[in-house]
């Protein structure tokens, strides 16, 4: 497949949160960027959008994205959301994933192939595991969804490279800039073509006493933690007073 017009939507995931750039919009660069400056190199006229934004939750994600994406006439999207919804144990995945359904079929007939994810397992996190069996659902209706709608996986959740912390950012929410490289190459491959992205190198972690481990989860629930479910609790949203890093259709942006 060819493609020319790609449009990225969705949440902290696309943004690109956790790959920090200062030159870039909203401070960050993240898989899409780094995949669609590969395809770039691939194919000179290639074009890009990325209207995520952080803290989105699915229905907003549909209702604010896919109108505008569809505007721009793209012949290839990528969706991911879901993911600040199943962690509220009060929402309706059954019903969530009928939109999300919805929404990839105005897609397909707008002649776009879309590019889809499962969650990450988070099976191996303290704290999310607990919610892992909804993940778990969520993730095996976005595999009948991708199915059914012809779209391209990445499953996420069986990409075990994720279960090295190194491709985790320091809130342990968000991919690295190594994690954010390693889902480029993903659905780059899952497209099925040849590129040039190599994982970026990762360096040994220091071994922590218990002491010192101790230490870090107390700073980690001070900095992130604490302050991820006080928005939670409040209503507000990371990405309140943000726009999307890329609205319109352009040259990708390149990168050292």
Not at 1 to 16: H, I, K, P, Q
Not at 76 to 94: Q, T
Not at 239 to 255: A, I, M, N, V, Y
């Amino acid at each position: 497949m060819s493609f020319n017009r790609y449009v990225a939507l969705g949440d902290s995931f696309t943004e690109g949160v956790g790959d920090p750039d200062a030159q870039a919009p909203n401070g960050v660069r993240g898989w899409a960027d780094r995949f669609a400056a590969e395809m770039g190199r691939i194919n000179p006229d290639f074009l890009y959008a990325n209207l995520a934004i952080r803290g989105r939750k699915m229905r907003p994600i549909l209702a604010e994205q896919v109108a505008p994406a569809l505007v721009l006439r793209p012949d290839l999207v990528s969706i991911y959301a879901g993911a600040n919804d199943v962690l509220r144990p009060s929402i309706d995945i059954d019903a969530l994933m009928r939109d999300l359904d919805r929404a990839i079929g105005m897609f397909k007939a707008a002649g776009t192939h879309v590019v889809m994810f499962t969650a990450f397992d988070p099976g191996i996190s303290k704290i999310f595991g607990q919610v892992r069996g909804r993940f778990a659902i969520s993730s095996e209706y976005v595999r009948e969804i991708a199915e059914t709608q012809g779209a391209t996986l990445v499953d996420y959740w069986r990409i075990r490279d994720y279960h090295d912390s190194r491709l985790w950012a320091q809130d342990r929410m968000h991919m690295s800039s190594a994690g954010h490289q390693r889902m480029a190459i993903a659905v780059l491959d899952a497209l099925g073509k040849n590129h040039s992205l190599e994982p970026l190198e990762l360096v040994d972690e220091p071994v922590l006493s218990r002491a010192e481990q101790r230490r870090a989860n107390v700073t980690w629930v001070s900095e992130y933690a604490g302050p991820w479910v006080k928005r939670r609790l409040t209503g507000v949203s990371s990405g309140d007073s943000l726009s999307p890093r890329w609205p319109t259709l352009q040259r990708p942006p390149e990168f050292v």
